[in-house]
């Protein structure tokens, strides 16, 4: 099968997955469900980038499918945007602003995590390969 395809149809299969579970977070928790989607995926995609990088194994298609299709479709920077607008709107302010900068810093944090593990974790099963 044709690389191009094989991505193109991975993106969308995982992207299927990704979108789904985080619709599922939401139905659930609501405006938390977001929130977990996004720190979520803030670590899976340090995760997943840096262990491919470190284990150098890793099929393409499966790369691009789990990186852009799942963590693209899972995490939602509009919703967490239309969530602080709404807090906003509502009046709650303080809730607002703790929601946008927690979301920010716990990201990060949660990116600076994935990316240590997956190096680690890529490391030794690429020494074992």
Known sequence: MNKKIENYLSVGVFAFFGGALRAYLNLVWS???TFIANILGCFLL?????FF???REGRDW???GLSTGFVGAFTTFSSFHLDTLKQL????HSQ??????????????????????????GRKLAIKA
């Open 31 to 33: 405006q938390s469900g």
């Open 46 to 50: 340090a995760f997943l980038t840096y």
């Open 53 to 55: 990088i470190e284990f």
């Open 62 to 64: 499966l790369v691009t």
């Open 89 to 92: 709107e509502n009046g709650m």
């Open 96 to 121: 607002a602003i703790l929601y946008f900068f927690s979301s920010i810093f716990i990201g990060f944090l949660c990116a600076y995590l994935g990316m240590i593990i997956g190096k680690v974790l």
